[in-house]
């Protein structure tokens, strides 16, 4: 007869244990859509102000450090948000999200020696392209959870 009391205990503990993992998975998802989310806008935000710090690099050695600063700045970002775990859902957005970066990193590496020579111009960089791309993948974040 004791028996027969225990198997409710049981399996109210295996659905308490369960919802704790679907809690941790929902609590994770949302970590990384937030992250995600803040990326992008980050990233948006450079695209944003590197060109025209660029354009005042060409006169203002201070500005022309802002600029590099900023440059790394966006490299460190690059790297942690690369670093990050992605949830099952969203693990093609971020393979094609770290794509992007790792063709943004090498191309701020790029710049960056351009820099080192004297060479401001931004506009001759494929960057801007690369950072429309980034940019375009905050809509597709956002339609996460619509049809899936």
């Known amino acids: 007869m004791k028996a027969i009391w225990r198997i409710p205990g049981i399996v109210l503990i295996l659905l308490v244990l369960s919802g704790c993992?679907?809690?941790e998975d929902v609590d994770q998802s949302l970590d990384y859509s937030d992250e995600a989310t803040r990326f992008?806008?980050?990233?948006?935000?450079f695209?944003?102000?590197v060109p025209q710090l660029a354009e005042e690099a060409a006169n203002n050695s201070e500005i022309l450090q802002q600029l590099?600063?900023?440059l790394g700045d966006m490299k460190q970002s690059i790297s942690e948000f690369n670093g990050l775990e992605a949830?099952?859902?969203?693990?093609?957005?971020?393979?094609?999200?770290?794509?992007y970066n790792d063709t943004l990193s090498g191309q701020?590496?790029?710049y960056s020696t351009q820099l080192e020579n004297g060479v401001t111009n931004f506009e001759n960089t494929k960057m801007a392209d690369t950072l429309g791309q980034i940019e375009?993948?905050?809509?597709e974040l956002g339609n996460f959870g619509e049809g899936e």
């Open 68 to 70: 590099k600063e900023r």
């Open 40 to 45: 992008v806008n980050e990233t948006v935000a």
């Open 108 to 110: 701020i590496d790029e």
């Open 136 to 139: 375009g993948a905050l809509s």
């Open 21 to 23: 993992s679907l809690l």
């Open 47 to 49: 695209a944003n102000q």
């Open 87 to 99: 949830p099952s859902f969203a693990q093609d957005f971020h393979d094609q999200l770290t794509s």
